[in-house]
């Protein structure tokens, strides 16, 4: 069965420092992947997505992510982090054949101390 | 576009009653998916359309939960008769059939507390 780790329930990062969320995915076929942000009472919101190509991709406020098909992971980085980057991040993983759905991670919950 | 379209985005309502929550998905778009998100459970696929049509409703709880997309621009899900467990997060999102696996766009959610 398709399935999505995000081993990092919460992550705690200074403001300026460097930052990465790990994603891994179990998956048959070839994946599509995304990262989505999720701020406070809001909906999900697209980060970035691969679906074929260039293995690092970038994506919006300054994020990019690489993936790396002989470790099944698609994680997410960001050199600088800001306080306003605090939310919960979730990767998900998709594939031709499934109809457009999308398996989600748990997500993990980036703190940013000041 | 303005996006996914969600109404209302907080009801409260109480033990016993109706509940329906509407989505307008992004105009073109051809998938549309219904989640729940709880603290406990995080986020769920409930249901999802093709075309208007329902493709997989395998994450429907129970037979109190209904949806129904009668045309492209408009879905409901419905909950009669709700109960305090049903209180989460409803959100519904839409996307395009790239391919077979396009992203996923979200509306805002329904927060939905049934006292």
């Known amino acids: 069965a398709q399935s999505v780790t995000q081993p990092d329930i919460h992550i705690t990062v200074s403001e300026g420092a460097s930052l990465e969320l790990r994603c891994n995915y179990s998956?048959?076929?070839?994946?599509?992947l995304f990262w989505y942000v999720q701020s406070p009472g809001q909906g999900l919101q697209l980060l970035l997505k691969?679906?074929?190509?260039?293995?690092l991709v970038q994506g919006i406020k300054g994020f990019e992510a690489e993936f790396k098909r002989s470790q099944s992971s698609f994680n997410l980085r960001k050199p600088s982090v800001h306080w306003s980057d605090a939310a919960e991040y979730f990767c998900a993983v998709g594939a031709i054949g499934y109809g457009n759905k999308l398996v989600f991670g748990a997500g993990t919950i980036l703190r940013v101390k000041s | 576009d303005a996006g996914v379209i969600q109404s209302p985005r907080h009801e409260v309502t109480e033990m016993g009653q109706e509940v329906t929550l509407r989505c307008k998905p992004i105009?073109?778009?051809?998938?549309l998916f219904w989640y729940r998100q709880t603290m406990m459970r995080g986020l769920e696929l409930l249901i999802y359309?093709?075309?208007?049509?329902?493709?997989?409703d395998s994450g429907m709880p129970e037979d109190r939960f209904s949806a129904k997309m009668p045309n492209a621009s408009f879905s409901t899900l419905k909950i009669q008769p709700s109960e305090p467990r049903d209180s989460a997060v409803y959100f519904c999102a839409s996307s395009w059939a790239r391919g077979g696996a396009g992203e996923q766009y979200f509306g805002p959610g329904t927060r939905l507390t049934v006292t």
């Open positions: 105009s073109g778009h051809d998938y």
């Open positions: 691969y679906f074929s190509g260039d293995t």
């Open positions: 998956y048959g076929a070839t994946p599509y």
């Open positions: 359309f093709n075309n208007n049509v329902p493709i997989d």
